[in-house]
C-alpha cells in the first residue's frame, strides 16, 4: 500500500515537474502576436517568415516603454 502511494506521488511529482519546465522553456522564447481586425491572431517566433524584421522593432520598443 505505501510503495504504491509512493510510486503514484512519485509520477504525480514528475508530470507537475515536466509540465512546469515546457512551461517555462515556451515563455522565454520571444515571439509577437498580430491582431487583425476581423478576430484573427498571428503569432511571430524565432525563425518565421517576417520574425528577423518585427522581433527587433518590438524588442526597441517594449525597451523604451520600460525605460531601459
Do not use: C, W
Request: hydrophobic share 45%.
Amino acid at each position: 500500500m505505501r510503495r504504491s502511494l509512493a510510486v503514484l506521488l512519485g509520477i504525480v511529482g514528475g508530470m507537475l515537474a515536466g509540465a512546469a519546465f515546457l512551461r517555462r522553456q515556451a515563455a522565454q522564447r520571444d515571439h509577437a502576436d498580430l491582431y487583425f481586425e476581423d478576430g484573427s491572431m498571428l503569432s511571430l517566433t524565432n525563425g518565421s517568415p517576417g520574425a528577423e524584421r518585427l522581433l527587433p522593432l518590438a524588442r526597441e520598443i517594449l525597451g523604451k516603454a520600460r525605460g531601459t
